[in-house]
């Protein structure tokens, strides 16, 4: 069974425990931003391909910039 966890813990911040493992919080936003832009699409245009397309590159494009923020020595 899968759990989630969203205790604080010794682990960097940005990060949630989902079944034990330590996800840094980016990922959950970029597959978050994806979910809604496919939505958003296939309510607009009715099709899978535009959305299921749009939704990658939305996932992708949070996915790196959240990365690139959550690793730099700043934060």
């Known amino acids: 069974m899968t759990t989630v966890g969203l205790t604080r813990s010794s ?3 940005g990060t949630i425990d989902i079944a034990g493992a330590p996800w840094p919080l980016y990922k959950l ?8 832009v496919f ?5 607009i245009t009715g099709a899978l391909q535009p959305a299921a397309l749009s939704a990658a590159g939305a996932t992708v494009v949070v996915w790196w910039v959240r ?3 959550w690793r730099s020595p700043t934060h």
């Open 11 to 13: 682990r960097p911040t």
């Open 29 to 36: 936003e970029a597959l978050a931003a994806g979910l809604l």
């Open 39 to 43: 939505l958003a699409v296939l309510v």
């Open 67 to 69: 990365r690139l923020h």
